[in-house]
């Protein structure tokens, strides 16, 4: 069975987009069966697989409202190889439709339900706030994968992220788990993120991934020509990043 994980951060510009789609090519070139959800009305995870945003018949939004099957909605990235739910600005509809619906902080955990079995793991890329999108993703999942910059104001926004994990524990998810935080943008000469990785590992322990991603010109350029960048440039120290994340993770999920 699937692991589903959320990839959430509430604080934007942090990599969220970035490592949702880099890591689902990653791990496709492990020989994993990956699906991408783009939960985000912003579209980039759709539009960074080469997937036209603006000309889907069906989207995540169809789903979620019932309008069509989960199946019916997925995609292939090509040449990547992993199959993407897209989404759209749409979703801002969504929201709102959600909350006249029954079940409605459930409604993706139940539409993943229909294709978790053709998956290893199924990626959810999060909006870079909390709201009834957000809340789905994290109903439907069973790990938070939290892509965070070392720096000062990351953390604060991070405690808010834990409360709310804590809390739908309590109601809505108990197996709801911290799976991972990934160290993005990193730079190791920046006094700043050393100090915030080392405040990291003394809180979070091994939940801190050991693979740091690299400010990279490779990861940056790669979402305009719709490709991860193991497919744009598989030499990048972005590229190679994100595979070494991809065995770090298959080896915690053994």
Known sequence: MSKILAIANQKGGVGKTTTAVNLAASLVA??????????????????????????????????????????????????????????????????????????????LRDALGEVRPDYDYILIDCPPSLNMLTLNALVAAQGVLIP??????????????????????ESLNPKLEIEGLLRTMYDPR??????????????????????????????????????????????SRGAVAYLALAGEMNRRNK
């Open 30 to 107: 492990t020989k994993r069966r990956v699906l991408l959800v783009d939960l985000d009305p912003q579209g980039n995870a759709t539009m960074g697989s080469g997937i036209d945003k603006h000309d889907l018949e069906l989207s995540l939004y169809d789903v979620l409202t019932g309008d069509s099957r989960t199946a019916s909605a997925i995609q292939k990235a090509q040449p990547a190889g992993y199959d993407v739910l897209p989404g759209n600005g749409d979703l801002v509809a969504a929201e709102v439709e959600l909350m006249e619906l029954s079940r409605k902080e459930s409604r």
């Open 190 to 235: 920046n006094s700043l993120t050393q100090d915030v990785s080392e405040q990291l590992k003394e809180y979070f322990g091994d939940k801190v991934y050991g693979t740091v991603i690299p400010r990279n010109v490779r990861l940056a350029e790669a979402p305009s020509h719709g490709l991860p960048a193991l497919i744009y440039d598989k030499s």
């Open 148 to 169: 965070m910059q070392c720096e000062y104001y990351a953390l604060e926004g991070l405690s808010a992220l834990m409360q709310t994990i804590e809390s739908l524990k």
